[in-house]
């Protein structure tokens, strides 16, 4: 149950920012600048809380770094400067239901990075997604 409670917290949260971003982007801020402020918080947020639980490791193997610095590359700069560019133009409410379909291509870039195979319920998921993308993405 313990895990279940972490997951809806984290969905809450993850339900209110976009409400603060369209806030702050509603400004004028540039997308750029938006997403270096983001940062330094959620970077700050994030040392503050490793030292203070002691879970930063002071050591980890170069594989790992490389893939954490692209992830980071892609996730923490790219994603996000969509994200805010789609937020910028059809708000928050549309912008998120999109941008909930990752798991369709996290499934398929599984299959074909990592020979990861799908279940039946995975696959009726990815078409829920797709009809839900579908019905958000209509022109109102």
């Given at each position: 149950?313990?895990?279940?409670?972490?997951?809806?917290?984290?969905?809450?949260?993850?339900?209110?920012?976009?409400?603060?971003?369209?806030?702050?982007?509603?400004?004028?801020?540039?997308?750029?600048?938006?997403?270096?402020i983001?940062?330094?918080?959620?970077?700050?947020?994030?040392?503050?809380?490793?030292?203070?639980?002691?879970?930063?490791q002071?050591?980890?193997?170069?594989?790992?770094?490389?893939?954490?610095?692209?992830?980071?590359?892609?996730?923490?700069?790219?994603?996000?400067?969509?994200?805010f560019?789609?937020?910028?133009?059809?708000?928050?409410?549309?912008?998120?239901?999109?941008?909930?379909?990752?798991?369709?291509?996290?499934?398929?870039?599984?299959?074909?990075?990592?020979g990861?195979?799908?279940?039946?319920?995975?696959?009726?998921?990815?078409?829920?997604?797709?009809?839900?993308?579908?019905?958000?993405?209509?022109?109102?």
């Open positions: 149950m313990r895990g279940e409670v972490f997951a809806i917290a984290a969905a809450i949260l993850w339900g209110l920012v976009p409400v603060i971003d369209k806030i702050a982007l509603s400004s004028g801020v540039s997308i750029y600048t938006a997403n270096v983001r940062s330094i918080g959620a970077a700050t947020t994030i040392i503050t809380l490793s030292v203070l639980t002691s879970q930063l002071t050591t980890v193997d170069l594989k790992t770094v490389a893939c954490l610095l692209v992830g980071g590359a892609i996730a923490g700069a790219f994603a996000v400067i969509l994200y560019s789609a937020i910028k133009t059809i708000g928050a409410s549309r912008t998120v239901p999109i941008t909930a379909a990752y798991p369709m291509f996290t499934a398929i870039i599984s299959i074909l990075v990592l990861e195979s799908i279940s039946l319920k995975v696959a009726v998921g990815i078409v829920l997604i797709v009809i839900g993308i579908i019905l958000v993405s209509e022109i109102q």
